[in-house]
């Protein structure tokens, strides 16, 4: 059987899209596009205390107004938790995750704690934790995360595919061909899969998410590298099938930062009241 070719994009719904996230959803459309494949709007809305219906209907009425057009329903993470749920017990049943009792400001002082992509990389200060231990902080009610001991995530998912784990990029070879790259999640350090009011993390729902897709091929920013190594021994772990990846530069703003909300990079909307179009915003962003 032939399986279509699908791609999609995923905002979370805590803030209006700008010209960054313009530059990624016409990315992954215009591939669509020359590729007969499926678009895919997907909702990552897990944090419900950050998420807004009003966010959500903007940014779906900007994703319209730019021309693009995606498959009906619209998944949203929200509606999906114990799916969710079930992945993390796989994960527990392994004997690969732990909680984590930590609180930020003791990640932050950690004597020589290093930093990676996503700030400072967890020292793994409970990982060792005994078993009395964690069951005194457990019956005393202190509040715990669940991180992934990914030194052993990692070398059980190798022996489960009997080879060292790789995964496909798009563009990434000398001229321009795909290329394999290693996979090696260990300096972004135990990633939260479940934080301490439940959440849970971007890194578990995003593969379950595109494995319930059919997602083929996962076009996002370059700022999201890093996650591919631990995403790629997820779906091993989880039994998921691989996509391909294509990560693509990102839309700074004047003065060289990566356009984000809090940053205050103007919006869609804002552009759009400004009287500009969709294809000025082509434009703007390098896609005209």
């Known amino acids: 059987m032939t399986i279509r070719l699908a791609t999609r994009f995923a905002p979370s719904p805590n803030g209006h899209l700008h010209p960054g996230h313009a530059f990624s959803a016409l990315t992954a459309w215009d591939w669509a596009c020359a590729h007969d494949a499926r678009f895919i709007v997907r909702i990552e809305d897990?944090?419900?205390?950050?998420?807004?219906?009003d966010f959500e209907r903007a940014q779906l009425e900007d994703l319209a107004w730019l021309g693009l057009d995606w498959e009906q329903p619209v998944r949203r993470q929200s509606e999906h938790l114990t799916d969710y749920a079930r992945g993390l017990d796989r994960l527990r049943d392994l004997g690969l995750v732990y909680p984590c009792f930590c609180t930020r400001k003791d990640i932050?002082?950690?004597?020589?704690?290093?930093h990676g992509p996503e700030g400072i990389v967890y020292?793994?200060?409970?990982?060792?934790?005994?078993?009395?231990?964690?069951?005194?902080?457990?019956?005393?009610?202190?509040a715990f995360a669940l991180r992934l001991d990914v030194a052993r995530a990692l070398d059980l998912a190798e022996r489960l595919k009997g080879n060292r784990l790789t995964f496909t990029e798009e563009g990434c070879g000398p001229d321009g061909e795909n290329g394999r790259l290693p996979v090696d999640p260990r300096p972004m350090g135990d990633p939260v899969l479940a934080r301490k009011d439940g959440v849970i993390a971007y890194h578990l729902a995003v593969v379950m998410?595109?494995?319930?897709?059919?997602?083929?091929?996962?076009?996002?920013?370059?700022?999201?590298?890093?996650a591919t190594p631990l995403h790629r021994v997820l779906q091993v772990l989880l039994d998921l099938p691989e996509p391909r990846y294509r990560h693509h530069g990102l839309i700074l703003d004047e003065t060289g930062e990566r356009m984000a909300k809090r940053r205050g990079s103007k919006s869609l909307a804002d552009l759009r009241a400004e009287g500009k179009t969709p294809d000025d915003i082509r434009r703007m962003v390098g896609l005209a």
């Open 108 to 114: 932050a002082t950690a004597a020589q704690a290093p």
């Open 123 to 142: 020292p793994g200060t409970c990982r060792p934790l005994s078993k009395d231990v964690r069951e005194t902080k457990l019956a005393t009610g202190t």
């Open 46 to 53: 897990t944090d419900r205390s950050r998420s807004r219906e």
């Open 209 to 226: 998410d595109d494995a319930a897709q059919g997602i083929t091929h996962v076009i996002r920013g370059q700022d999201l590298f890093f």
